[in-house]
DNA sequence: GGAAACCTGAGC
DNA sequence: GCTCAGGTTTCC
């Protein structure tokens, strides 16, 4: 379920808790998680962190030796950290520090993806390198947004989930930053005119960095037991917009649920609504 | 395009 | 009991 917010502050923690401590031991199951790679390789993973990037969803760690991995924590992955002998449902793989603490990477769903390989072949991984521009990583103008998404045929908001084209925007932050845009999910990219464009790549990173500020913390706040729902839009069909008291519609597109506000993201630039 | 697949848990 | 879930891949 994670989308670039969570994943950077996953990034963030896991940064901390390998600082100063060496991974004496590292060890997984075999599970659907590692897909087709060498699971075993897994145990190759020693020493100190030397790196740990992130690129959309996804986080690339370097270890000594020229180690790698690369993570995706898909809809229910997560990193936690453990003391000794704890034991953590759906754990899959686990790094044991010098410390005696365990850092476990846990999936109920299976859906998140490991592939231990060099560390220097990271980059060179399929998924990584289908990846577009990363908003927080690479930066994202109005201009080069458009360039990303602008020749895309498809509904203004897949445009954006499209992880080939932006790296990192799922269905929640591709649905906050069109309703910050004042933007129809349905648009077809192409018509966007530069202004919207403007408002679009502001509302990106506006969404973003919301979104960082909601999940800091240690446990996942999606995880949480009762977390509420502090976003704008997403969840929140059958309420009265907050911006103009319009009852929030929702749409399937892609095979997934969208929210948006009928008022406030018309489906045309001149502002008539049309479904 | 869209739907179904992969899995389990949460919520109604 | 049924539906849905913040992801990705695969198959019509």
Redesign the pocket.
């Known amino acids: 379920?994670?989308?670039l917010p969570?994943v950077e502050i996953a990034r963030r923690n896991l940064v901390r808790w390998f600082k100063g401590h060496r991974v004496v031991e590292s060890e997984a199951d075999d599970t659907?998680v590692f897909r087709g790679a060498r699971w075993k390789d897994f145990n190759a993973l020693r020493g100190r962190l030397l790196s740990l990037e992130r690129r959309?969803?996804y986080l690339l760690f370097t270890f000594e030796a020229d180690r790698g991995l690369l993570a995706?924590l898909?809809?229910t992955g997560r990193f936690v950290r453990r003391p000794p002998g704890e034991t953590v449902l759906y754990s899959r793989a686990r790094f044991h520090l010098g410390s005696g603490e365990v850092i476990h990477f846990a999936d109920?769903?299976?859906?998140g993806r490991m592939e231990p390989c060099s560390a220097s072949g990271l980059s060179e991984l399929a998924?990584v390198k289908a990846l577009g521009r990363d908003p927080l990583v690479d930066g994202l103008s109005p201009t080069e947004l458009q360039e990303a998404v602008g020749d895309s045929?498809?509904?203004l908001k897949v445009a954006l989930m499209d992880?080939g084209r932006i790296a990192g925007l799922?269905?929640?932050h591709a649905a906050e930053a069109l309703y910050r845009a004042r933007l129809h999910p349905a648009r077809a990219p192409g018509s966007l005119t530069p202004a919207e464009w403007k408002r679009l790549a502001t509302a990106v990173h506006a969404a973003l960095e919301f979104g960082l500020e909601e999940?800091r913390g240690e446990e996942p706040?999606?995880l949480k037991e009762g977390?509420h729902n502090g976003f704008l839009i997403y969840g929140r069909a059958g309420e009265a917009c907050a911006r103009c008291g319009t009852t929030v519609e929702s749409l399937?597109?892609?095979?997934?649920?969208t929210h948006f506000c009928p008022a406030c993201q018309p489906s045309h630039p001149d502002g008539k609504t049309r479904r």
Do not use: D, W
């Open positions: 379920m994670p989308e969570e659907r959309g969803k995706h898909g809809m109920a769903r299976l859906l998924p045929r498809q509904a992880q799922g269905n929640i999940q706040r999606y977390a399937s597109q892609g095979g997934r649920t």
